[in-house]
């Protein structure tokens, strides 16, 4: 447990980042600084190199200058006559002094031209030995002045040496002086450069004059040799070596100092080592700050944790301390603010859920009461679409009878006219006399059957008239049902409150239909009565006149003795057929305003079955909806439980 108050997981976090940001600027400043004192070190050789090259420089122009204005000086003193035999002891006085006077030089002679070879010390050469043919000798010709041979190993020493000669002033010989190599590879050797470093001298053809890397005027085993004679100074690395080179302006000779990078890492090696030790210092003290840093960071997140695990199992009663005034005391504080105002929270919570619950149970008790309102309004509007198609189709039947009557009494006035026509035609005979007599009661006979004829459509259209008075009374019936339904319906709507207010717009035109379809039956009923009570006068007529044409016809049997008889009869028959006519014609005209009032009520009825439909939907679609709110209802009941079982959960005192 301690282990983990030390170290917990972002504790461990912190202390591998801090650690991280410690060692990173720690390890590159180390670094940094190293490598910086590596390269100081370099450029320190580098300069150093490069001043000791300038010094060797100095020091092989400074010799070979010397020797060069010695020669010319010597050369100038000397003339062709001290080379005589007589004063050849004179000339090896004057060279011993100049040996005396320099050291440095191994040999000093004269070559005459005309092949004699005088020198100090003095030497024996075979008798083949021609100084003309040596180059020292023929070099200071072509030059004119001061010439410096190429190394070369001395046949009479046998040492590695280099020869300034200078042709004599009256041009009879050629003044020589033998450098050893040795004295300018001493110069080379003298300079130390680091404790490897090394400078090395190399004539013109890349021979040693002097190296470590080997003996005068072998041939340089470099692999850069070809390089330094491509400029005359220069700069460059060689694996793990850095080479320095410059030209001696007098003899062409290659001057290059080798520095070693080694010495470099060595000599930094105790700056690396000082530093590691100042960073092993810094991260110890700073793994100890920063234990304790993050130990004052932890603890309060530790507390935090916990309080939160408390909450977080719905216990809203744990309290959380940290006193300290930094940004964890303001987190305890508002983790405080937190619990009591999610303790507060969940109060206000629980009394909303209490009164959705009740809320809820109240509304299901109404959609309940609601479904059952809309679905009696629902049957009810099925019962009024049945009724209304019942009466749509009686009303289409009465027009097909209405129609049929029609047909029959125009069928009557057209036969009435023609009774009218034969009754003046039987005036007109009987007026004609009693030759006509025959033709009377042919014609009576005629009229006798014709008034039997108008006498069975009269009666027809009385039982037609009838007839249409039951239809009525079931369309009377019909309507006063279709009022009652759609009060009923009005009533319901009413019942449903703010959902049944579109239903009773249209329970009030159904009402308003039924009303109209009412007063449209009694106002035919009225018609039909009048055409019932024309009908039984003219069948009262037509009664009349078939007796009054037997009586024609028995009158007729006794022309002679009846025949001014018939003619009142016939008189009076023709006003009567004219009335018949007459109400025949309005019969007509009454039956065409009863169709088309009846066609009328079908439009009407049929208009009443399609709001009847309209209604039965919408009626169907609220009831759906109804369901709908119903489901809802319980949804919400439910989850106004789940929400009370969940606000249970927590423990708030």
Request: proline share 2%; charged share 20%.
């Amino acid at each position: 447990m301690k282990q983990k108050l030390l170290f917990p997981s972002i504790g461990r976090k912190l202390l591998l980042t801090l650690l991280l940001f410690l060692m990173l600027p720690a390890m590159t400043v180390g670094i940094i600084a190293h490598d910086s004192v590596v390269n100081s070190i370099k450029h320190e050789q580098v300069h150093a190199a490069q001043t000791s090259l300038q010094l060797l420089d100095d020091k092989l122009t400074d010799i070979l200058e010397r020797e060069l204005h010695d020669a010319t000086y010597f050369a100038d003193t000397i003339t062709a006559d001290l080379a005589q035999p007589v004063n050849e002891d004179t000339l090896r006085k004057n060279l011993d002094v100049y040996l005396a006077q320099h050291p440095e030089a191994l040999i000093a002679y004269v070559g005459t031209s005309e092949g004699q070879m005088i020198r100090m010390p003095t030497f024996e050469y075979s008798k083949a030995y021609d100084p003309r043919t040596r180059p020292w000798y023929s070099g200071a010709l072509e030059t004119n002045g001061v010439y410096i041979t190429e190394p070369y190993l001395s046949s009479s020493t046998n040492e590695l040496v280099i020869t300034v000669s200078k042709q004599l002033t009256n041009g009879k010989g050629v003044f020589g002086i033998d450098l050893s190599i040795a004295t300018l590879s001493n110069a080379a050797q003298s300079i130390h450069i680091g404790e490897l470093g090394y400078v090395t001298i190399l004539d013109q053809e890349g021979r040693y004059i002097a190296s470590p890397n080997g003996t005068g005027g072998q041939a340089a085993s470099e692999s850069y040799v070809e390089k330094l004679y491509t400029d005359e100074a220069m700069q460059f690395d060689v694996d793990d070596t850095t080479v320095i080179s410059t030209s001696n302006a007098i003899t062409g000779w290659k001057l290059a100092a080798t520095t070693f990078h080694e010495e470099a890492i060595v000599a930094a090696k105790t700056t690396r080592d000082t530093i590691a030790i100042v960073v092993s210092i810094s991260l110890v003290i700073g793994i100890i700050v920063m234990i304790f840093f993050i130990r004052s960071i932890t603890r309060p997140i530790h507390l935090l944790r916990r309080g939160m695990e408390t909450l977080s199992a719905g216990d809203l009663t744990t309290e959380l301390t940290i006193r300290s005034k930094d940004e964890f005391g303001l987190l305890a504080k508002s983790f405080t603010q937190m619990k009591e105002n999610m303790s507060d929270l969940l109060k206000d919570t629980k009394e909303s859920a209490d009164a959705v619950r009740q809320a809820s149970h109240v509304l299901a008790q109404n959609t309940d009461e609601t479904m059952a309102s809309s679905q009696q309004i629902t049957d009810a509007m099925l019962q009024i679409t049945r009724n209304t198609e019942t009466q749509s189709i009686g009303i289409e039947q009465a027009t097909d009878s209405i129609s049929e009557i029609a047909q029959g009494i125009t069928y009557t006035a057209e036969h009435t006219a023609e009774v009218l026509e034969l009754s003046q035609h039987a005036t007109e005979l009987a007026q004609s006399g009693t030759l006509a007599i025959q033709n009377t009661v042919t014609q009576m006979s005629s009229i006798q059957s014709s008034v039997a004829l108008t006498d069975e459509k009269v009666r027809t259209l009385y039982d037609r008239t009838k007839e249409i008075g039951s239809i009525l009374d079931v369309i009377h019936n019909i309507s006063d049902q279709t009022n009652l339904l759609a009060l009923n319906a009005s009533i319901e709507a009413a019942r449903a409150g703010e959902h049944g207010k579109g239903f009773a717009v249209v329970a009030e035109e159904v009402r308003k239909l039924a009303e109209d379809s009412r007063t449209s039956t009694i106002k035919i009923a009225q018609l039909i009565k009048e055409v019932q009570q024309y009908t039984a006068d003219s069948v009262q007529f037509m009664q009349q006149a078939t007796d009054e044409v037997q009586a024609g016809i028995t009158v007729s049997k006794d022309t002679a003795q009846r025949f001014t008889e018939i003619v009142d009869n016939t008189h009076h028959i023709t006003p009567k057929i004219e009335n018949v006519s007459a109400i025949a014609e309005q019969m007509s005209a009454a039956l065409q305003q009863v169709n088309a009032t009846t066609q009328e009520l079908t439009i009407h009825a049929r208009d009443n079955a399609a709001v009847s439909e309209e209604v039965s939907a919408f009626s169907e679609e609220a009831l759906a909806s109804t369901a709908q709110m119903q489901q809802a209802t319980q949804q919400l009941v439910t989850l106004a439980s789940h929400l009370d079982d969940s606000i249970k959960r927590f423990k708030t005192s």
